[in-house]
């Protein structure tokens, strides 16, 4: 997977340089991308995850990894967390019974 935000889906945006003359060359515009874990407390481990900050800031306020996943339809995840949000699901099924 390129460098797409596993959380809000966000990747690179394509758009011109603009100079003084009003030539147009083109350029990208990269996202936040950052390598990190998040604590999961169903499944009492780290879970690695490749988001943008904007997604680590959706995570806070969703309530953290496990939230977030079991409320987000699968269809609608990133493939990568779709395993994540199978085992949070039997985890607390477990943890319930």
Do not use: W
């Not at 945006?13 to 390598?35: L, P, W, Y």
């Not at 998040?38 to 995850?49: D, P, Q, T």
Request: with cysteine.
């Amino acid at each position: 997977m390129g460098r797409q935000c596993m959380i809000t889906g966000k990747k690179r945006m394509v758009g011109n340089n603009r100079s003084h003359a009003r030539n147009a060359t083109k350029r990208t515009f990269e996202i936040n991308i950052q390598d990190t874990s998040v604590y999961s407390e169903a499944l009492k481990r780290m879970v690695k995850i490749r988001t943008s900050v904007h997604g680590l800031r959706t995570l806070d306020h969703k309530g953290g990894i496990d939230a977030y996943v079991t409320s987000t339809a699968k269809t609608k995840l990133d493939p990568a967390l779709r395993p994540i949000k199978a085992a949070v699901e039997k985890a607390k099924e477990r943890a319930s019974a």
